[in-house]
């Protein structure tokens, strides 16, 4: 099923890239079949989708889906080669790409205006960034071993 799900989303990620750039779908196609076997390959094939992003300009929507192949196509081809079992596709990692993507689109269509928006965005990136962490990091308890004084 992952061989699936990353030759689906390799040939989805070339699409995309066609569809924009015509020129560049040789480069995509090479790209993303070695990537298959080779990881940095994977890397520069999403590199080239983002590039071609970068100069067609498409829009919101466009960019949103492409982002998404991008990250089925990453998450798919790093477990290619990895032992039976692997599942790189599950409920938690649907739902962040498509939630991220989708709070990405919202942003960018809402036509609010605030002028100290970017002064408090890395100031928030990183305290939700703190909270996340400190949510998932596992907390050890202390063990005191000294003996005790009489």
Same mark, same amino acid.
């Given at each position: 099923?992952?061989?699936?799900?990353?030759?689906?989303?390799?040939?989805?990620?070339?699409?995309?890239?066609?569809?924009?750039e015509p020129w560049a779908a040789i480069?995509?196609?090479?790209?993303?079949?070695?990537?298959?076997?080779?990881?940095?390959?994977?890397?520069?094939?999403?590199?080239?989708?983002?590039?071609?992003?970068?100069?067609?300009?498409?829009?919101?929507?466009?960019?949103?889906?492409?982002?998404?192949?991008?990250?089925?196509?990453?998450?798919?081809?790093?477990?290619?080669?990895?032992?039976r079992g692997v599942v790189p596709t599950?409920?938690?990692?649907?739902?962040?790409? &498509?939630?991220? +993507?989708?709070?990405?689109? @919202?942003? !960018?269509?809402?036509?609010? #205006?605030?002028?100290? *928006? $970017?002064? /408090?965005?890395?100031?928030?990136?990183? &305290?939700?960034? +703190?909270?996340?962490?400190? @949510?998932? !990091?596992?907390?050890?308890? #202390?063990?005191?071993? *000294? $003996?005790? /004084?009489?």
């Amino acid at each position: 099923m992952t061989r699936f799900l990353a030759v689906l989303s390799g040939v989805l990620l070339v699409t995309s890239v066609a569809l924009l750039e015509p020129w560049a779908a040789i480069a995509a196609l090479v790209l993303v079949a070695l990537g298959w076997w080779f990881r940095p390959l994977a890397v520069a094939a999403v590199l080239l989708a983002v590039g071609v992003l970068a100069v067609a300009n498409p829009g919101v929507l466009a960019s949103a889906a492409m982002g998404l192949v991008a990250t089925t196509y990453l998450l798919n081809a790093a477990t290619v080669t990895a032992p039976r079992g692997v599942v790189p596709t599950t409920v938690p990692s649907v739902a962040g790409a &498509v939630g991220f +993507a989708a709070v990405a689109v @919202g942003a !960018a269509l809402l036509p609010l #205006r605030l002028a100290w *928006a $970017p002064l /408090a965005a890395p100031i928030l990136v990183i &305290v939700l960034y +703190a909270l996340i962490v400190q @949510g998932v !990091a596992v907390r050890r308890t #202390r063990v005191n071993t *000294a $003996p005790h /004084a009489p």
